[in-house]
């Protein structure tokens, strides 16, 4: 069995067999891959493992903007669908006397417009910090040269 390279594009296209596929390919020795072949594919790999990097902070701070939250002695809910519901609320510029806020254990929390203003704030001042976090953890990922420097940023709480 042989094993091929080409550089196409600045990427390595690799392939094996018995027989050249055709003369834009080089053999190479496995074990012994000639430089130019070594370097492609550290670059390659290197562009995979940042794109992984960006999509894995991504994930983070999104699961982070999202955490249930505590307030007013309890905790709640603050996913996407709360977050859009307390902003529903508030566009109204007020609420109805009685007003209430399930909170995690679906107990009703009796909230005034301000309480509710409050908890949007709470909501608000940790995405604020998680959005600030994850803009300095991107930048540290694309100013990395190397995967293990990429592997040493963390999302940490």
Known sequence: ???????????????????????????????????????????????????????????????????????????????????????????VGSVPDGFYWKDLDNNNVQMSYEDLQGLAAAIQARGLINFSKYQDLKSQANSAATVEELEEILWEE
Do not use: H, R, W
């Not at 999104?62 to 529903?88: M, R, V, W």
């Open 1 to 91: 069995m042989k094993y091929f390279y080409k550089i196409q594009n600045n990427k390595a296209v690799l392939g094996s067999g018995t027989k050249l596929p055709d003369t834009s390919f080089k053999v190479y020795i496995k074990g012994q891959e000639p430089q130019e072949l070594l370097d492609i594919l550290k670059e390659q790999e290197f562009s995979k493992a940042l794109a992984c990097k960006l999509k894995e902070l991504e994930t983070n701070y999104n699961s982070s903007i999202q955490q249930n939250i505590d307030y007013l002695d309890t905790t709640f809910q603050a996913d996407k669908a709360s977050q859009d519901l307390i902003a529903s609320n508030l566009s």
